[in-house]
């Protein structure tokens, strides 16, 4: 499927643009840009537990599509990972890193440009007094990202395979997307931890995502064949 042979991003309304820039001149309001988070292992990658081997990296279905369709509505695209085979001794920091480029390049390659990736390293198992404020269900890493990056979360979305995705995303002030596959076993339910939608694979996250928000802009109709699904 080739999403850049569809419409291009809608040009912004009339007035539009010069109002945004009055206001960032007036009155600097942190967290302008909207972003999708992305749970990376089971969500955006296949999960293959402990991997830190960029060329085992396999997306899952339309996970290049749905980040191309995203990227072309400016969205700014965030890994937020648990990778505890840190804190385990499973593999390095410097692993963990080359594990990040080898993802960035693959995105580059498909031209999706990555615009953070942020890993909690810690683990419960290594540490009996475990406390970190950015393993998912805590939403510390979204939070670190909104402020590098200047993103506004409550425009936010985070899209996860598991119901401690969720819970980052809603503590995070964000709306949240299940990728309903089959990887939750738990389904331990809170307020926090019920999704807003559940999806079935990225691009069906990344669909909904647009329409949404072109709802919330406005604009009447989507443009071509995103429509939701049935
Ligand atoms: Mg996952
Ligand atoms: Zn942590």
Known sequence: MALTDRQPTPPPRAGQ????????EDNPT?????????????????NVPYN?????LRFTPYALEALTLLSAFDYTLVVVTNQPGVALGRFDQRALNALEQGLRELLAAAGVTLAGFYACPHAPAADPNFACACRKPAPGLLFAAAEALDIDLARSWMVGDILDDIE????????????????ETEW???????PHARVRDLFDAARLIVARDLDHTGQEELPCAWTLGA
């Open 52 to 56: 830190a081997d960029p060329t085992r």
């Open 30 to 46: 942190p967290g302008r840009r909207r972003a999708v988070f992305l749970d990376k292992d089971g969500t955006l990658v296949e």
């Open 168 to 183: 980052a995303g809603r503590r995070a002030g964000c709306r949240t997307l299940l990728l309903d596959v089959g990887h």
């Open 17 to 24: 643009l010069p109002l945004v820039q009055a206001q960032r």
């Open 188 to 194: 331990r339910y809170a307020p926090q931890r019920v």
